[in-house]
C-alpha cells in the first residue's frame, strides 16, 4: 500500500513537473537527472508488480519505459530517453559480465555436445524456413518487391541473417534478474552466445554477398572481414587481459568490489569505444576468467553484483523501453506479426530437432525455444548497418525489423521467464550448490 | 545553556568520521594531506586547514575548457544530471543536521541565521554600490547578481570542535556549521528571480521548489522502510537524490532547497528515513563533492567582469563574517569575537555549490562570472582561514 501511494505520488510529481514546463525545449535537455530518478524508482516498482505477477522484471522496465516514454504518456520525453542511453554501454557490459560468471566450463564440458547441436539447429532451421518464405513472398513485403533474381537472393539472405539472430542481452538480464542456475538456463545461455558469434560472421558474409550482386568493388567487404575478426577475438582478449586483472583484484585487495566492478565495466565500454571491441564480448570473456580461473569466494561478488546489477538493468530497460517505436509498429504490424510468428515456431522446430539429435532428457531442454525469442541491441546494430549501406531497401528493413523487435523485446522475456519458472530454475543463485534445477518441481 | 556538545552527533551536517579528530592534531605533510583529503570529511570543505577546494577547485579549472580542455563544454553539460544531485545531496545533509526540537540548537541557528544576514546584507549591499558606481550593466537583473554573490559569501566551512574543546570553540563550530541554512533558504528566491522579474511567478517557482522537495521526500519515506534488500534501498535512495536535484534543474530552480527541505522533513517524520538515508549517503558523499569542486573549477571562466567582482568579494565577505561574528558575539555572551570570527572565514564548498546553481538556472555571463569569482574568492578564503586558525596560540 505504502508502495502504491509513493508510486501515486512520484508519478503526480512528475506530471505536475512535465505540465509546467510543457514545450520548453531546454528545460527538457535540464531533465536527464529527473528522468534518471523518476526512472529508478518507479520502474523497480513496476517490476515488483510484475514479479507478483509471475511475470520477469525487465518485461516491468520494458513497460514502463513504454508507458511513460514519447510515445505514450511522455513523461520521459525523446531527449530524456536518450539521455538514459548513456548508461547503455556500462549496462551491457555489466550484464556480460554477470553472464561469464555463470558459465562454468567443467560444469558445462560433458554438454558441450548438446549445446553445439542444439545451437545448430537453432540457428539452421530458422534460417532455411524464413530465407523460403521471405523469398517466395518478397514481391508482397512493403520493402523492395521489383528484386529478382540474385538480387531478391541476396536481400533475403541480409534479412533473413538479422531476423534470426538473438539478444544475449536480455537472455542474460532475465537470468541475472530472476537469479536462475540450471540447465536449461546455461543451455540457453550458451546457445544464444555462440549462434550470435556464428550469425555475426554469417552477416559478414551475406553482406559481402549482397555487395558483390549490387557491383561494389569489394574493398569494403574485404575490410570489413578483418575488421570483424578483430571485432571478435580481440575483444574476447581484451576481455581475457581485465578479467585477470579482476581476479587478481579479487584475491589480493578485495574490497570496495561494486565499485570497482563498476569501473571495470565502464573500462571495457569506453575501450570498446575507442578501439573498436565489442563491450559484449569482452565483459563475457572477463566474466569468463574470473569464473574459470580464480573463481569468488565468499559473499563479497555477490553483493557487489547485486547492488550494481539493480539499478543499471532498470535503467537500461526503461530506456530500452521508451525508445521503442510504436509508430513502426503500427506501421507495419501484421507483417512484423506474421513474421515473428513464423520465427518463433522454426525456432521451437528447430530446437526440438537439436534435442532429439543431442538427446537430451531433462524437461527444461524442450522449452529452450522460449529463451531464444528475445530480440534487441545484436538485431538492431546488424539492421543499422543494413540502412547506412543501403539507404533505399536497407531502411525499408530497418523499419520492419524495428517492429518486430518492439514486439520481441515485450514477449521473449515472458516467454524465458515462464520457461525458466516451469523448469524450476528462478533462484536457483540463491540455492547451495543449486545447478538441479531440472530435477526440483516445477 | 546549551546541551552537551557532542562532534560526533548526528546532528552535525555530514555525521560521524573518526579520523577528524586525528587530523586535527596531526602535523601536516604533503603525502599526508594527500591521504587526509581521499580519506576524512575533509573532503567536504570542514576542516579548513585541508580544505580540499584547495586541491580539487585548481585541478577542475586545469583540466577544463580555460585550461588544457580535457573536459569540454560537451562533457560538463552531460555531468551536470551528477551535480544537481550532488547539490541536492548536500542540501538534504544540511537539512538533517538541523534539530529545532531542542532550544539550545534553536538558539545557535536564530545566531547563525543572524551573522548569515549580516554577510548577505554587506555583500549584497556592497555589490549593489559597486557595480552602479562602476556603470557595469550586467546581462541579470543587478539584484539577483548582487544577493547571489551574498549568498555564496555568507556560508561557511565548519571545522571540528573535540569534545575536550573549549565551549566557546564549539559553539562557533556549530554557529559556523548552522551558517548555511537561511542561506539556502533565501536562494531558492533569488534563484527564481534571476529566472523572471514576474512577482507572481518568483513566488510560484520558490514555492514549486519547496513542494518539490516535501513530496518526494514524502515518496522517499514511504519507499525507505519497506525496501526489500540493501539493493533496492539503494536504488531508492539514488533514485530519491536524483529526483531531488534533477526535478530541481528541470525547474530552473535550487537542488539545494529542495534537498535541504527533504532532509528536514525525514528527520522529523516517523520511522528510519533520516538514518537510512545519512547511512547510504555517506558513501557517496566524497566522490560527490569531489565532482563538485572539480566540476566548479573546470567551469569557471576567467574574465574581466569576474576579476573586477573577486576584489571586493573576498574583502566584503571577510569583513561581513567578521561583522557577523562580532553581532552573534553580543547576543551570545558565552562567545568573543575572537572566538567566532576565525571559525567564520573558510568558504567551504555550499557556497560554490550556490554559485554552481546559480549559474546553471540563469546561464549568464554574469553568473559565470559569479562563479569564476566564488571559485578564486574560495580558494583565498580558505587559505586565510588557514592562517586564522592555525596561527600562534590557536588550537
Given at each position: 500500500m505504502r508502495r502504491a501511494a509513493a508510486l501515486v505520488l512520484l508519478l503526480l510529481t512528475v506530471i505536475v513537473l512535465r505540465r509546467a514546463m510543457d514545450g520548453d525545449t531546454a528545460a527538457d535537455l535540464r531533465g536527464t537527472a529527473l528522468a534518471f530518478g523518476f526512472a529508478l524508482i518507479a520502474a523497480t516498482l513496476a517490476g515488483e508488480l510484475f514479479e507478483r505477477l509471475r511475470l520477469p522484471r525487465i518485461s516491468g522496465y520494458l513497460l514502463f519505459g513504454l508507458a511513460c516514454g514519447p510515445f505514450a504518456a511522455d513523461l520521459i520525453s525523446r531527449t530524456m530517453a536518450s539521455d538514459l542511453q548513456i548508461i547503455n554501454g556500462l549496462a551491457i557490459a555489466l550484464i556480460a559480465f554477470i553472464a561469464g560468471l555463470e558459465i562454468n566450463f567443467v560444469r558445462i564440458r560433458s554438454r558441450l555436445g548438446a549445446i553445439l547441436a542444439v545451437g545448430g539447429a537453432a540457428v539452421l532451421v530458422p534460417f532455411m524456413v524464413l530465407e523460403m518464405v521471405l523469398f517466395l513472398a518478397w514481391p508482397w513485403?512493403?520493402?523492395?518487391?521489383d528484386a529478382t533474381g540474385l538480387t531478391r537472393l541476396g536481400m533475403t539472405l541480409v534479412l533473413t541473417t538479422v531476423l534470426v539472430s538473438f539478444s544475449p542481452t536480455v537472455t542474460i538480464a532475465v537470468i541475472t534478474e530472476s537469479r536462475t542456475r540450471g540447465p536449461l538456463s546455461e543451455l540457453v545461455l550458451s546457445v544464444v552466445v555462440l549462434a550470435d558469434l556464428a550469425l555475426i560472421l554469417g552477416f559478414t558474409l551475406v553482406m559481402q554477398f549482397m555487395r558483390s550482386v549490387n557491383g561494389a568493388t569489394g574493398d569494403a567487404g574485404v575490410g570489413l572481414l578483418p575488421f570483424l575478426v578483430w571485432d571478435i577475438f580481440g575483444s574476447f582478449a581484451f576481455g581475457a587481459i581485465i578479467g585477470a586483472a579482476f581476479a587478481l583484484y579479487l584475491r589480493i585487495v578485495g574490497r570496495e568490489l561494486t565499485l570497482v566492478l563498476l569501473a571495470v565495466c565502464v573500462l571495457m565500454s569506453a575501450a570498446g569505444e575507442v578501439l573498436h571491441f565489442e563491450p559484449l564480448l569482452s565483459a563475457l570473456a572477463a566474466g569468463l576468467v574470473v569464473e574459470n580461473i580464480a573463481p569468488p569466494q565468499g559473499d563479497a561478488m555477490k553483493h557487489a553484483v547485486e547492488r550494481s546489477a539493480l539499478p543499471v538493468l532498470v535503467i537500461f530497460f526503461v530506456a530500452a523501453g521508451a525508445s521503442i517505436h510504436v509508430d513502426a509498429l503500427m506501421e507495419l504490424g501484421g507483417i512484423a506479426v506474421g513474421l515473428a510468428l513464423l520465427r518463433a515456431f522454426s525456432i521451437w522446430m528447430g530446437v526440438g530437432l537439436g534435442v532429439a539429435r543431442a538427446g537430451l532428457s531433462h524437461t527444461g531442454a524442450s522449452m529452450a525455444w522460449m529463451g531464444l525469442v528475445s530480440q534487441a541491441g545484436v538485431t538492431l546494430g546488424l539492421t543499422i548497418i543494413v540502412a547506412s549501406e543501403f539507404p533505399g531497401w536497407g531502411t525499408r528493413v530497418q523499419t520492419l525489423v524495428v517492429a518486430m523487435i518492439a514486439l520481441h523485446e515485450l514477449a521473449g522475456p515472458v516467454l524465458f521467464r515462464m520457461a525458466l519458472a516451469r523448469a524450476g530454475e528462478v533462484g536457483g543463485m540463491d540455492r547451495p550448490g543449486g545447478l538441479t534445477g531440472s530435477a526440483r518441481p516445477a | 545553556m546549551t546541551a552537551p556538545f557532542d562532534p560526533y552527533d548526528d546532528r552535525s551536517e555530514i555525521g560521524r568520521d573518526v579520523l577528524d579528530a586525528h587530523v586535527a592534531t596531526t602535523p601536516i605533510r604533503p603525502a599526508r594531506l594527500i591521504d587526509v583529503l581521499g580519506r576524512?570529511?575533509?573532503?567536504?570543505?570542514?576542516k579548513p586547514l585541508t580544505a580540499p577546494a584547495l586541491l580539487f577547485v585548481p585541478i577542475g579549472a586545469i583540466l577544463g575548457p580555460a585550461g588544457a580542455g580535457w573536459l569540454g563544454l560537451d562533457l560538463l553539460g552531460r555531468l551536470y544530471p551528477a551535480m544537481s544531485t550532488a547539490l541536492a545531496a548536500l542540501g538534504i545533509f544540511v537539512g538533517l543536521g538541523?534539530?529545532?526540537?531542542?532550544r539550545s540548537e534553536r538558539r545557535l541557528l536564530a545566531a547563525a541565521s543572524l551573522e548569515a544576514v549580516v554577510t548577505i546584507a554587506l555583500v549584497s549591499g556592497a555589490f549593489v554600490y559597486v557595480l552602479t558606481a562602476w556603470e557595469v550593466r550586467p546581462d541579470i537583473g543587478l539584484l539577483p547578481l548582487a544577493l547571489a554573490l551574498g549568498l555564496c559569501a555568507s556560508a561557511t566551512a565548519a571545522g571540528v570542535a573535540p569534545a575536550d574543546a573549549p565551549l566557546a570553540d564549539r559553539l562557533a563550530v556549530r554557529i559556523a556549521d548552522l551558517d548555511d541554512v537561511l542561506p539556502i533558504a533565501i536562494g531558492g528566491v533569488v534563484l527564481a528571480l534571476a529566472a523572471t522579474s514576474a512577482p507572481l511567478e518568483v513566488l510560484r517557482l520558490a514555492a514549486g521548489n519547496v513542494a518539490l522537495g516535501l513530496s518526494v521526500a514524502v515518496a522517499g519515506w514511504l519507499l525507505f522502510d519497506r525496501a526489500h534488500g540493501e539493493a533496492e534501498r539503494a536504488v531508492f535512495v539514488i533514485g530519491v537524490v536524483a529526483l531531488l536535484g534533477g526535478g530541481a534543474a528541470y525547474l530552473g530552480v535550487s537542488p539545494l532547497l529542495s534537498g535541504m527541505v527533504a532532509g528536514l522533513f525525514w528527520k522529523y517524520a516517523p520511522g528510519r528515513a533520516d538514518t537510512i538515508i545519512r547511512d547510504d549517503l555517506r558513501r557517496l558523499q566524497h566522490p560527490l563533492v569531489v565532482l563538485l569542486l572539480i566540476f566548479a573549477g573546470a567551469s569557471a571562466q576567467p574574465s574581466t567582469l569576474a576579476l573586477w567582482l573577486l576584489g571586493p568579494y573576498v574583502l566584503v565577505r571577510l569583513a561581513g563574517k567578521l561583522a557577523g561574528g562580532w553581532l552573534v558575539s553580543r547576543v551570545m555572551f558565552e562567545l568573543s569575537p575572537g572566538d567566532i570570527g576565525s571559525h567564520l572565514l573558510a568558504p567551504g564548498v555550499i557556497g560554490l555549490a550556490f554559485a554552481l546553481a546559480f549559474h546553471h538556472a540563469s546561464g549568464t555571463t554574469a553568473s559565470l562570472a559569479v562563479l569564476t569569482a566564488v571559485a578564486a574568492g574560495t580558494l583565498i578564503g580558505e587559505v586565510l582561514a588557514a592562517f586564522a586558525l592555525v596561527g600562534p596560540g590557536r588550537r
Open positions: 513485403l512493403p520493402i523492395a518487391p | 576524512t570529511r575533509a573532503a567536504l570543505g570542514l538541523m534539530s529545532l526540537d531542542q
